[in-house]
């Protein structure tokens, strides 16, 4: 497989599930990011991970918990969402903040 | 604040004819722009960027033009297609800072 994937395409979880979303890069970047895409707004930036360390966060509510075990994979851990999370979270990578690529993304509901 | 933006929520265009989709940037420092497509369904797709010691760059159909002086970026798209119909969105970042900023994103609808 070439590019960024992600895994699930959907996801429907309650308000007091645990779930995690999954991000794989095969462009050899060294960079990884979680964006958070919502009806009628901009794309925002939640996390960033160089060289395997947050450098970003972006004041994101801590039900959500990124990891990044290497410069390949990046996950978003999820708990106790609200339905104001609902959202297309969308994963990139980078080299060096250039060749931005982006995968298609997990649409999220909470119910 | 958003640092980057578009002019118009809605952009629609006789198939054939050429589309310019706009952006203004509030970010001066600001270095590296990329112009993304987003399909229904589907993660932003990379079209076309340019950095800040260019003004003009071109690629297959598209064009991206910078201008500094005024913080205008522009996407313009040849013989537009049904294809070419989706969300455009500009996109700035700066060396030494990680992350894309977004604007609202432009939709481009292709009349018959």
């Known amino acids: 497989e070439t590019g960024v994937t992600q895994t699930p395409r959907h996801l429907v979880m309650g308000m007091t599930n645990k779930k995690s979303l999954k991000c794989e890069q095969h462009l050899g970047h060294n960079a990884m990011y979680w964006y958070k895409q919502s009806a009628k707004k901009p794309l925002e930036l939640m996390f960033v991970?160089?060289?395997?360390?947050?450098?970003e966060n972006n004041s994101v509510p801590s039900r959500f918990s990124p990891e990044c075990p290497n410069s390949s994979h990046l996950f978003l851990h999820l708990h106790t969402l609200q339905p104001e999370d609902s959202a297309l979270y969308l994963c990139?990578?980078?080299?060096?903040?250039?060749?931005?690529?982006f995968g298609s993304g997990t649409r999220l509901t909470v119910v | 604040g958003e640092s980057v933006g578009l002019h118009l929520p809605t952009l629609s265009v006789q198939e054939g004819d050429n589309s310019i989709i706009n952006c203004a940037y509030s970010n001066s420092a600001s270095d590296y722009f990329i112009w993304y497509k987003q399909e229904s369904g589907k993660g932003p797709q990379f079209i076309i960027d340019?950095?800040?010691?260019?003004d003009k760059r071109q690629g297959q159909r598209v064009t991206v033009l910078l201008n500094k002086t005024v913080k205008h970026l522009s996407l313009q798209i040849a013989a537009t297609q049904p294809g070419d119909s989706a969300v455009y969105f500009c996109?700035?970042?700066?060396?030494?800072?990680?992350?894309?900023?977004f604007g609202k994103g432009t939709h481009l609808i292709i009349q018959p």
């Open positions: 996109a700035e970042t700066l060396k030494g800072i990680d992350g894309l900023t």
């Open positions: 991970y160089s060289l395997e360390e947050r450098v």
């Open positions: 990139a990578s980078s080299q060096d903040n250039y060749g931005y690529t």
């Open positions: 340019i950095r800040s010691n260019m």
